[in-house]
């Protein structure tokens, strides 16, 4: 396709879309971009809970890739919808998302795909990669985390000495009798509180927190996590806080401790040296211990990252539409 090495590609639309039953009562969208015969590629989003959008299919050759993208559960197009109170979300955890991945490659007959990600994306990409390393061919990820319990600490606490007057009013969102305990596992109840204020206050908190992290970073239009629409920033913040209280179900340091899993499989790794919201040092630590990746930093971007991040996400996934 003709275009410059540092463009985007055009705009297209799925050819192939549809609800997957994974049990529990959830069905997950999913849909297919490119060409059919095209280089498999799974698209993994970000929150917990962002749902895929249409960007991510602009970083893909559609000639060469065969692009899928989904919604994790209960976010998205994916049903039931976590703005719902009703929505369980007791089987949400890491390990259904991952077993949701598995069946998703089965349905569509693919027997190895490149996964491209960031942010939460990234955990559940080295998640999904550690436990099933012979179905990846590559891995692409932007804005590196892992969820250890300390890259936790620092986004919803340590941030803090950054950002002091946004996070005394993050911290002020619940209410003093509720202890002083995990502020991420307060929020948590919150978001599962049977009163729908309580619940829009807690959203709302969490979001402009999230934002404030954000706040240095170069970007137009609304705020990233505020200007969500009503729907979709319940549904972020309910499993966000869900995930995050539960520090995904991993244990600690265990997705860089088993990196030796992922040797064989070519990965770049792309961050902003001013990611206040993910800290360069999960990046740095996992290519240390992940032999075949390749860490690039962006002295420029934070987590939101920028056009020379995009350039280096567009030029790795160029390489591997190459590799067989």
């Known amino acids: 396709m003709d275009r410059k090495p540092d463009e985007k590609y055009p705009p297209i639309e799925p050819h192939e879309q549809g609800m997957l039953d994974v049990g529990d009562g959830n069905l997950v969208h999913w849909e297919v ?7 498999p590629a799974l698209v993994v989003h970000g929150g917990p809970g962002s749902g895929c959008g249409t960007r991510p299919r602009q970083y893909f050759d559609p000639d060469r ?3 899928v993208l989904f919604d ?7 049903t ?7 929505a369980d979300l007791s089987h949400n955890t890491t390990a259904h998302l991952i077993a949701d991945m598995e069946r998703l490659r089965e349905h569509l007959g693919i027997d190895k795909w490149l996964l491209y990600g960031g942010s939460w994306g990234s955990t559940l990409i080295l998640a999904y990669a550690e436990q099933h390393p012979e179905r990846v061919s590559e891995i692409v990820i932007a804005a590196v985390t892992t969820t250890r319990r300390s890259e936790i600490d620092w986004l919803y606490r340590g941030a803090g000495q950054i950002f002091p007057e946004a996070w005394d009013l993050f911290r002020a969102g619940v209410p003093e009798a509720e202890g002083p305990g995990d502020l991420v596992a307060a929020y948590a109840r919150r978001t599962e509180s049977p009163d729908p204020e309580v619940r829009a206050r807690a959203t709302a908190d969490w979001c402009a927190w ?5 706040s240095m970073e170069a970007y137009t239009g609304p705020p990233p996590y505020a200007g969500r629409p009503g729907r979709d920033q319940l549904a972020f913040v309910r499993i966000c806080a869900h995930y995050f209280a539960h520090a995904a179900w991993l244990e600690e ?5 088993d990196a030796g899993r992922l040797a064989g499989i070519p990965g770049v790794l792309v961050h902003g040296r001013f990611d206040l919201g993910g800290p360069l040092t999960t990046a740095w630590e996992l290519a240390k211990v992940w032999p075949d990746a390749e860490l690039t930093v962006i002295d ?20 591997f539409a190459r590799r067989v």
């Not at 971009?33 to 095209?38: D, L």
């Not at 056009?307 to 996934?317: D, F």
């Open 253 to 257: 340091g265990q997705l860089i401790r």
């Open 80 to 86: 039931p919808h976590a703005s719902d109170p009703a």
């Open 300 to 319: 420029a971007a934070g987590h939101l990252g920028g056009p020379a991040t995009s350039r280096a996400v567009l030029a790795a996934l160029d390489r």
């Open 210 to 214: 999230e934002d404030a992290v954000l």
């Open 33 to 39: 971009c490119g060409n059919p015969a095209g280089k």
């Open 72 to 78: 994790q559960r209960n976010c998205g197009r994916s």
């Open 65 to 67: 890739y065969r692009v």
